[in-house]
Structures are given as C-alpha cells and as structure tokens.
C-alpha cells in the first residue's frame, strides 16, 4: 500500500494538472474499496487511507493555492491548471466516498458533505463548461 501511494502522490504532486495520475487515483479509490461482509480491521484501514488521501490532496490545493496568488491565476483555463481542477475532482471522489461509510457519526458526514460540496463549487467557477455536471453532482 505505501509504496502504490507513495508513487501516486508523487506523480499528482509533480504535475497536478495531468489527467493521467488522477484516473489511477479514481482507480485506487474504487479499486481499493472494501465489498462485502468484511473485517472491521479491513474497512477502518481502507478509511484510514481515504482520510490520508484527503488530508494529502487538501495539501496540494494549499499549496497550487499559495502559488496561484504568485500569478494571476484567474485568467487561466482549466486546461492550463487554473487552481488545479484534478485536485477538486480526486478530493470530492474521496469525501464522497467516505460519506458512504457506515461508521461514521453524523457531524463528521455534515463537515464531510459541506467540503465536498464546496469542491463542486470551486469547479462550476474553475470548469465552467461543466457547470451543469457539478451542480447535478451537487444534489
């Protein structure tokens, strides 16, 4: 597992703006993701890694935020990594995920649900062109 993450997170950290690293995530996510009647053990370690996730791609968008504010990042499209759309997308797959999990206590789902949701709305203002898509998503 952490060598497989370790690699994910360095290739999203170095180009953030590549498709590529980000369906391999979608992938993982997915992939990854418990069936089943399972160990308890199995599906804390499997949250556990989504809540790393998380915390790891909240870093990256600090950070593509704190060097958005070099440029003008508002003048970029979305294709040429305006306030890193992957990100927002890998984060929303992530929380909504974790959203899905039967353990988790209601004011944890009602922050979790919040931050998604704000994901979406940061990509109807990055990817206006799939504004419809976001605000579906949204419901």
Known sequence: REEWESILL???FTEPDDQT???YHRFIVSWAKPSGDLDEETVDEYEALL???ADSLRDLLELEKEN???GNAENKDESKGAKCKWAHIGLHLVLSTLLESKTMDKEEAVDLTEEAEG????LI???PNRKERYQNMVR
């Open 10 to 12: 360095n290739a999203i």
């Open 125 to 127: 203002k990055i990817d």
């Open 68 to 70: 958005g504010m070099m």
């Open 51 to 53: 809540f790393e996730m």
């Open 21 to 23: 690293p980000w369906w």
């Open 119 to 122: 994901c979406l709305t940061a």
